[in-house]
């Protein structure tokens, strides 16, 4: 039987803030993201819809695909 060690999470729009990025495109980047990669959906009365959230592991997914995303940009 596996076990989720995932113990906390941070909202996208405290990641965003952290990284001193938009909240809006860093949404747009980790759109494709899974579970798997570090990315969970919260739901709750004000966001009926889901926020995005991510593990430490997503976190740094994210981070990579910022720089991905920056590199292609140039």
Known sequence: MQINKVHSVRTL???AKDLGEDADW???I???MEPEDGLIWVYDPQHPDGTMAFTE???ESLRNLI???RSSAE
Do not use: P, Q, R, S
């Open 13 to 15: 729009a405290l990641v």
């Open 26 to 28: 860093l949404a747009d």
């Open 67 to 69: 720089e991905i995303h």
């Open 30 to 32: 980790a759109i494709d």
């Open 57 to 59: 592991l997503g976190i």
